[in-house]
């Protein structure tokens, strides 16, 4: 690994698929750095059919960390770590988070193991599955956004809750759009 891929403009990465092309960052940095160094979010980022994995040795978001707006389909992030907030991803600032089709599992960090959204992110998660991170499925901050349907959220380790808020209703059960959260 030479160091994390920094995007600083709008981008488009169509893999051919998780299982076929790997991103590893052999856990010497971050995966990808998604941010122009600006307060605003003004990029457009989307990762297609990925297997986003290593990251590690950094702060927040092992495997991404995202200040733009970022889609990530069909894709997994496994394996990655931080030693804070976000083992897999850690969307911050203004970032915009759109996530579909998608597994996040085996991750790592003090909170939010698998997604981390503080800050003024905002966060939709669809037809995906994270399960199996240390220090929590998703982390989402007390005033931010965030909207989740059709998803598993299950057997995440942590001691502090998944969401802090969500909407529609808490996640205690399936209140949360038809997902599932153990």
């Known amino acids: 690994s030479l160091g994390e891929l920094l995007i600083e403009k709008s981008l488009t990465i169509d893999g051919l698929g998780a299982n076929n092309l790997t991103i590893d ?23 297609n059919g990925l297997n986003i994995t290593g990251g590690g ?17 069909n894709t997994t992030l496994n394996d990655n770590a931080s030693d804070d907030y976000g083992g897999a991803i850690s969307n911050r600032g203004t970032g915009t988070l759109a996530i579909t089709n998608t597994t996040i599992a085996n991750n ?11 800050d003024s992110g905002v966060l939709s998660l669809y037809n ?24 598993i959220i299950a057997y995440n380790t942590s001691s502090e809750v998944i969401f ?11 209140d949360v759009i038809g997902t599932k959260a153990f």
């Not at 960052?25 to 990762?47: C, H, M, P, W, Y």
């Not at 994270?130 to 998803?151: E, H, L, M, P, T």
């Open 128 to 151: 995906s599955t994270i399960s199996n991170n240390f220090g929590g499925g998703v982390f989402n901050a007390s005033d931010n956004d965030a909207s989740v349907g059709s998803s």
């Open 25 to 47: 960052a052999n856990e010497k940095s971050r995966v990808f750095n998604i941010d122009d160094g600006k307060d605003k979010t003004t990029q457009n980022v989307n990762l």
């Open 57 to 73: 040795n950094v702060t927040n978001g092992g495997g991404i960390y995202n200040q733009e707006y970022l889609g990530i389909s």
């Open 164 to 174: 802090t808020t969500v909407t529609p209703g808490s996640n205690t059960d399936d």
């Open 108 to 118: 790592y960090s003090t909170t939010g193991g698998g997604i981390d959204n503080s």
